[in-house]
């Protein structure tokens, strides 16, 4: 089993802060997705990084993968109330399924 | 995209009966899957519900436990079976097309 680990699990900001969530493995992943998931409500995917080193950028969300596709990071500038949310990352699996392996999420909550 | 409806979206259940989750989704897709997310962890897949064939298990969930049916390409069903308090959870429906997605979530409760 390809195991992610995230952290932190609680991130409590002021609005304008930045914040960066991470999601480790020691295993390889053919890629990787992010997604925010908000009370009552299923998780929405909000990006997916295919190659090693690459970044993305999702308007004031920056998504990196680790060069040996076995990390990520999320970060967010000037966040706001709107980013408040469980993110989760989860990788895909390298066999042919292509199973998601979720991270245990981290909850982000911004204050105004 | 996908637009995905669960039923009920919460339950409390007293334990020792079944609840069965229903999952319907706006067009044909081939696969459907179930997961489960409890309080504090991860999501975790249940298993893979192809039309016209037995669900696929993942290791440490059971047919007897999670029966899953599939008539059709927009519809899927779990039922929890026998529940015990440790089955409270989240249980979420997805399908996979360009993308993955999620349906809203069944919240179970069961005393």
């Known amino acids: 089993t390809q195991l992610l680990e995230q952290s932190p699990q609680f991130l409590s900001i002021q609005e304008g802060e930045n914040l960066t969530v991470y999601c480790n493995s020691s295993?390889?992943?053919?890629?990787l997705q992010w997604y925010r998931q908000e009370p009552g409500e299923g998780p929405v995917l909000l990006v997916t990084?295919?190659?090693?080193?690459e970044v993305k950028k999702l308007k004031r969300l920056t998504f990196q993968f680790g060069d040996a596709r076995k990390d990520s990071s999320l970060h967010i500038t000037a966040a706001q109330p709107g980013d408040t949310g469980l993110y989760l990352c989860?990788?895909?699996?390298?066999?042919?399924?292509?199973?998601?392996?979720f991270g245990a999420g981290t909850q982000v909550v911004v204050t105004p | 995209s996908a637009v995905i409806s669960q039923k009920p979206s919460r339950d409390i259940c007293q334990r020792g009966t079944s609840l069965t989750i229903q999952c319907q989704v706006d067009?044909?897709?081939?696969?459907m899957f179930w997961y489960r997310q409890q309080p504090g962890q991860s999501l975790t897949l249940i298993a893979t519900?192809?039309?016209?064939?037995?669900?696929?298990?993942e290791s440490g969930f059971v047919i007897d436990k999670f029966p899953i049916s599939r008539p059709n390409l927009t519809f899927s069903t779990l039922t929890v079976s026998n529940m015990s308090p440790e089955d409270s959870s989240i249980y979420l429906c997805?399908?996979?097309?360009?993308?993955?997605?999620f349906g809203p979530g069944t919240r179970l409760l069961v005393l």
């Open positions: 997805s399908v996979r097309r360009e993308t993955q997605y």
């Open positions: 295993s390889v992943f053919s890629s």
């Open positions: 990084v295919v190659t090693g080193g």
């Open positions: 989860a990788g895909v699996t390298t066999d042919s399924w292509g199973k998601l392996q």
């Open positions: 067009s044909q897709v081939t696969m």
């Open positions: 519900a192809n039309q016209g064939s037995e669900a696929t298990y």
